[in-house]
């Protein structure tokens, strides 16, 4: 296994101008050796790109890839001894899935005896092991699927285990129970594996760190707590959590921060550099007041709805909205009730051009 550091750019065309003509735009990141990384973001931002630069299907147009400092930029994804799993099933139909599982172990040379025991220990963390004398062709897709994950986890020796949307055809109860075996796998087998997915939910039951992407940037690499309380980037907030982060353009001067026309006092000496910001609070840290309550804003509720496991309040001020969560045992105010309500708190973010500004306000 091996430290994983980039420092790259990457555009598929070949005089790039302008941000837009890049699918990575210049970056520098290390994966630690034996972490579990997911890289998550949406459809176009290019996790599929970074990972790959990181295996060797793809060359960067600019800049290296160092493996334990050593640098593999030009060596391809053999050489670079990475075990790849794709969207769709990769394995051979006419042999059984112990043959297929043995496949990249025999191919290395590895004494029957280890692969034996190497294919029984995958097959049972898979559950795979009843199956393991059945043709592959005759299978269903979820478990070819399996099959391939396998192949993917079965060396010891690799530099790491990348996954490209590995879950895409598996159904989804399954699909669950797949992503939990994955991170009880990393455990017990502590290999360096990076999982692309534009899923929040996959990637924050599987990583112990999320590169989240957007536009050809990393805006934020962190745990999932970090995540969700502490997004450095207005991205972060808006693509964590459900729903997302509410966000609020406002100004502060002299202890009063204005929102939405009202005044609320809050002792922030380190947004005097940054008079007009944006705040950012997410919808479970809203918390309802009386109408005309000291230091909350003035509300109607526009909209009220029965998620099942929460109440999802949308309240108006003015032409501004702001969701907040109830717990589902609470009884919500009423749609077109007057209500207060606390955005400051310990969990408010202040964001100036899309990047957060200082890490405590006192209201
Ligand atoms: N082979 C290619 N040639 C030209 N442009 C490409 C190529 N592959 C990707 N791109 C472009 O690079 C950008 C990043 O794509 P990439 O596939 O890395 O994103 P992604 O986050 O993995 O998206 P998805 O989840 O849809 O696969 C996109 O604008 C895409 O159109």
């Known amino acids: 296994m091996a430290r994983i550091d980039l420092d790259l750019a990457h555009s598929y065309r070949p005089n790039p101008q302008q941000d837009s003509d890049y699918a990575l735009l210049p970056l520098k990141m290390t994966f630690e050796d034996g972490g579990a990384y997911a890289l998550l973001g949406p459809s176009g931002c290019g996790k599929t790109t970074m990972l790959n630069i990181i295996s060797g299907l793809v060359q960067p147009s600019q800049g290296t890839v160092s493996f334990d400092g050593r640098d593999v930029t030009a060596l391809s994804p053999q050489q670079r001894n990475i075990a790849q799993v794709f969207q769709f099933p990769v394995i051979y139909d006419t042999m059984t899935v112990a043959e297929n599982l043995a496949f990249p ?7 029957a005896d280890r692969i034996k025991a190497r294919v029984g220990r995958i097959a049972e963390m898979l559950e795979l092991s009843g199956q393991l004398n ?3 062709a005759g299978l269903a897709a979820d478990a070819k699927q399996k099959i391939s994950l396998g192949r993917g986890l079965v060396r010891e020796d ?4 990348l996954f490209d949307e590995p879950l895409t055809v598996i159904d989804p109860h399954l699909k669950w129970q797949l992503r939990r075996k994955l991170k009880q796998i990393h455990h017990e087998l502590k290999l360096t594996l990076i999982y692309v997915t534009h899923d929040q939910v996959e990637a924050l039951t599987f990583a112990e760190q999320i590169v989240v992407m957007s536009q050809g940037r990393a ?3 962190g745990s999932a707590d970090q995540l969700f309380e502490r997004p450095q980037h207005q991205f972060v907030g808006h693509f964590i959590g459900s729903p997302g982060m509410n966000f609020l353009p406002a100004r502060w001067r002299a202890g009063v921060l204005t929102v939405a026309g009202q005044d609320l006092a809050l002792d922030a000496p380190g947004l005097a550099a ?8 997410r919808p479970e840290y809203v918390t309802l007041a009386a109408p005309g309550a000291a230091n909350a804003l003035r509300a109607r509720v526009a909209r009220l709805q029965d998620v099942g496991t929460y109440w999802l309040v949308t309240a108006a001020l003015g032409d501004q909205r702001v969701r907040l969560r109830l ?3 609470a009884v919500p105010p009423a749609e077109g009730s007057e209500i207060g309500l606390q955005l400051l708190g310990t969990h408010t973010c202040f964001y100036g051009a899309d990047e ?8």
């Open 105 to 111: 172990l025999k191919n290395r040379g590895v004494p």
């Open 134 to 136: 059945q043709r592959a």
């Open 158 to 161: 690799v530099s790491a285990v």
């Open 219 to 221: 805006v934020q690499v």
């Open 274 to 281: 940054h008079p007009t910001l944006t705040l950012g609070v």
């Open 327 to 329: 717990p589902a045992e």
């Open 356 to 363: 957060r500004l200082i890490e405590e306000a006192r209201a």
